[in-house]
């Protein structure tokens, strides 16, 4: 299993930015995915999943309504799209597939 995740940076509150995995090394039109996050200083938590099909997706409160994750399977890809975000939103981002994980990308908010 490989996953790589990529389109971190800096934002300032209110901006968006938009995340992208790439994924290789199993099946993954037959996967569910998701993304988990991890601040300074916190724990990692769920963000996002979407199932296998794409058409089941989930949301931790803190960003439903303002992240959407969407997935390409026939391009083994899976995306963050990140809205009005804030400075809770600074975190490592990382693309997850049963129970593996990518190297993270950076992502800070900051004015």
């Known amino acids: 299993v490989q996953l790589v995740e990529s389109g971190g940076g800096l934002a300032q509150p209110g901006g968006s930015l938009r995340l992208s995995c790439a994924a290789s090394g199993f099946t993954f039109s037959s996967a569910d995915m998701s993304w988990a996050r991890q601040g300074p200083g916190k724990e990692r938590e769920f963000v996002a999943a979407i199932s296998w099909s794409g058409r089941e997706e989930y949301y931790a409160d803190s960003v439903k309504d303002r992240f959407t994750i969407s997935r390409g399977n026939a391009k083994n890809t899976m995306n963050l799209q990140m809205n009005s975000v804030n400075v809770e939103d600074t975190a490592v981002y990382y693309c997850?597939?049963?129970?593996?994980w990518g190297q993270g990308t950076q992502v800070t908010v900051s004015s």
């Open positions: 997850s597939v049963a129970g593996g």
